[in-house]
T-cell receptor, first 111, second 116 residues
Framework: SQQGEEDPQALSIQEGENATMNCSYK?????LQWYRQNSGRGLVHLIL?????REKHSGRLRVTLDTSKKSSSLLITASRAADTASYFC???????????FGRGTSLIVHP | DSGVTQTPKHLITATGQRVTLRCSPR?????VYWYQQSLDQGLQFLIQ???????AKGNILERFSAQQFPDLHSELNLSSLELGDSALYFC???????????????FGPGTRLLVL
């Protein structure tokens, strides 16, 4: 099974609303990264949060990390139609430096 | 544009055939990663090369092989193709090989393989 699992699998919202997606993982990590994938295209790195950080911001993105719960959340504020994409979390599983990706959350933002 | 190029964009072939996918990493990146993305398996890590040497192996089948050349471009060879090999194949590159999972990977646009 995947190290990181995103939830929900799919999310549909209206433009202007906030979108929150979550990532849970099983083993301890050093870092957690979020990526975005537009339909059929390559993944694009969004943000990295280290295990000793609790929150990080980048533009309209806010990422939190709770190592005690082994979970992270990605919040997109004031969503736009262009945010429509799949979002993946990637973690280093148990010391491996190869990021392991979850199955992703599919976000649809309706104009 | 990530700076990572992959060719071809699309490939249609028959079962039992062999294909080669090509990847050129970003300028200055020494690590190349290969991934397979399918609807049922998600994004699966296949293999990583660093400066010409294999560094990590994931869920790569024995029918698949890869190499990284002195100019740092990489090729993924898929042989004895089966219907289930139909997927998107991504190449990604990164600067180096930190041991803490903090490497940012830059993904290419992918090669869509359809095995008929």
């Amino acid at each position: 099974s995947q190290q990181g699992e995103e939830d929900p699998q799919a999310l549909s919202i209206q433009e202007g609303e906030n979108a929150t997606m979550n990532c849970s993982y099983k083993t301890s990590i050093n870092n957690l990264q979020w990526y975005r994938q537009n339909s059929g295209r390559g993944l694009v790195h969004l943000i990295l949060i280290r295990s000793n950080e609790r929150e990080k911001h980048s533009g309209r993105l806010r990422v939190t990390l709770d190592t005690s719960k082994k979970s992270s959340s990605l919040l997109i504020t004031a969503s736009r139609a262009a945010d429509t994409a799949s979002y993946f979390c990637a973690t280093d599983a148990g010391g491996s430096y190869i990021p392991t990706f979850g199955r992703g959350t599919s976000l649809i933002v309706h104009p | 544009d990530s700076g990572v190029t992959q060719t071809p964009k699309h490939l249609i072939t028959a079962t039992g055939q062999r294909v080669t996918l090509r990847c050129s990493p970003r300028s200055g990146d020494l690590s190349v990663y290969w991934y397979q993305q399918s609807l049922d398996q998600g994004l699966q890590f296949l293999i990583q090369y660093y400066n010409g040497e294999e560094r990590a192996k994931g869920n790569i089948l024995e029918r698949f092989s890869a190499q990284q050349f002195p100019d740092l471009h990489s090729e993924l060879n898929l042989s004895s193709l089966e219907l289930g090999d139909s997927a998107l194949y991504f190449c990604a590159s990164s600067v180096g090989q930190r041991g803490d999972g903090s490497e940012t990977q830059y993904f290419g646009p992918g090669t869509r393989l359809l095995v008929l």
